[in-house]
């Protein structure tokens, strides 16, 4: 597929990654020549120096022919324009970055009259995200499929959780609703069998409604609920994130450097303590009662100020600690250094356009749905719709010559989830969930062996 990218910040470097990876025929729009030749020279990519929203810029990068076009530069105005300008010319596919919170209640009035297909908001997703993992304490992440029907949820197994040292096979026996689809050890991903025994500092990957979720959790002996939450930082994820608990019962304080940000947020959400003062000064911290909160959440601009802040509250013995790391790179370096939850909105971004992108390279077939990368790893988890076409229906999954790697880990028929066993089949209509360790499955047959 012809993919044309504008902006080479740490989204677009992102999105270059991802889609050079998969083979795309990638070419990148960036005014800073510095920024341009280190990407293209990492990814062994096309670069095209200039505004990306200039007419004649475009033509030379070739957006007449190319079948999609994403400008995530740090403007929203520019992104909006040059994805006009795309449409114009002939792409048949346009994406852009809006960051702004007057943009996002206005996505759909934008997207219909201007033509853009899909407008994304790393801020945003990032709120929602962490949004989800206050709601759900006890896992590190939680990402929703088919519309909340189903959860996959990410657990570690610490010392005192009542999962360490039984096998796969004795925890469904006692959560029979539930499946362990993916587990990270020692830095490597598998598909784990029934006999895999759990240690202490595995991380597990895990289907399952919502409601059996729940007595689950409650056996992990972690966090049972999150009721006040101290906020470092009040950018535009704060603000996000301030909107979604609006109205709950939560204790919440935001500490804030600049100024001027702090007096909004504070007109904004009177309902919050907000503090006018530097996040980093330890003293300011324990002023602030760091220890009495439930969660600590680490937003400032700088990576490594987040991290170090996240593992003082770790020092101060707060339960729940969540990270933000914009640079892959830092996640893979502070593996073994403790950090329970990191949110990279660049990696939330590109997922969603690898999404986007598998599901137009693949029309005919079986529809991506939903797509969740695990962090530093080839597995992924898809939600496929599954077509009349697929060599997969109506044979019982045991059957099936599934590759290696490869799981079924949930269907949803009629809106109604199951975990399936060997005697189950899948069908037209159906919603599949499958977990890989392999990556790129464009179609619900990839993960059949040739016939």
């Known amino acids: 597929m012809q993919v044309i990218v504008v902006g080479a910040g740490k989204v677009g470097t992102a999105i270059c990654r991802d889609l050079s990876r998969e083979e795309h025929e990638v070419t990148l729009i960036e005014r800073n020549e510095a920024k341009l030749n280190a990407v293209v020279d990492q990814y062994q990519i096309m670069g095209i120096s200039g505004n990306g929203a200039f007419y004649d810029v475009q033509m030379e990068a070739g957006v007449p022919s190319c079948d999609l076009f994403i400008a995530v530069t740090p403007q929203d105005e520019i992104n909006i324009m040059a994805c006009v300008v795309a449409k114009k010319l002939g792409a048949k596919y346009t994406i852009a970055r809006v960051r702004m919170p007057e943009y996002a209640s206005h996505v759909g009035f934008v997207q219909e009259n201007l033509g853009i297909s899909r407008m994304i908001n790393p801020e945003l997703e990032a709120a929602q995200e962490i949004y989800r993992m206050i709601r759900y304490p006890s896992a590190l992440s939680v990402v929703p499929f088919a519309y909340n029907k189903i959860n996959l949820v990410e657990l570690a197994i610490t010392e005192e959780s009542q999962l360490k040292g039984l096998n796969l096979i004795k925890i469904r026996k006692e959560y029979n609703h539930l499946l362990v689809c993916i587990l990270v050890r020692d830095e490597k991903t598998i598909i784990p069998r029934g006999d895999t025994v759990l240690k202490e ?249 040739e016939a």
Do not use: W
């Not at 980093?280 to 439930?294: E, P, V």
């Not at 939850?341 to 971004?349: L, M």
């Open 201 to 449: 500092g595995d991380r597990l990957f895990i289907t399952g409604a919502p409601s059996d979720l729940g007595a689950l959790y409650r056996s992990m002996g972690t966090v049972d609920k999150i009721r006040s939450v101290m906020i470092i930082g009040g950018g535009r994820i704060c603000r996000y994130l301030l909107e979604m608990l609006r109205g709950m019962k939560f204790d919440i304080k935001v500490i804030e450097s600049d100024e001027e940000t702090a007096n909004s947020l504070a007109e904004d959400f009177q309902d919050v303590s907000v503090i006018y003062g530097d996040g980093t000064d330890q003293s300011l911290l324990d002023n602030q009662h760091i220890t009495g909160y439930d969660c600590v959440i680490t937003l400032t601009g700088i990576d490594e100020e987040n991290i170090i802040l996240s593992m003082f509250a770790a020092m101060r013995k707060v339960p729940r600690r969540i990270t933000k790391i914009n640079r892959n790179n830092l996640i893979k370096m502070l593996s073994g250094m403790g950090l329970q939850s990191a949110i990279t909105p660049p990696n939330i971004v590109a997922t969603n356009v690898l999404r986007l992108i598998r599901g137009i390279s693949n029309s005919e077939g079986s529809l991506v749905e939903a797509l969740y990368r695990v962090d530093n790893s080839s597995a992924e988890v898809l939600q496929f719709k599954v077509t009349e076409q697929s060599r997969a229906v109506g044979k019982p999954i045991r059957l099936l010559p599934i590759k290696k790697g490869i799981i079924i880990a949930a269907l949803i028929t009629d809106g109604k989830v199951k975990i399936p066993s060997g005697a189950d089949a899948i069908y037209p209509g159906d919603q599949v969930l499958i977990a890989t360790v392999e990556g790129e499955l464009y179609d619900l047959d990839d993960i059949l062996e």
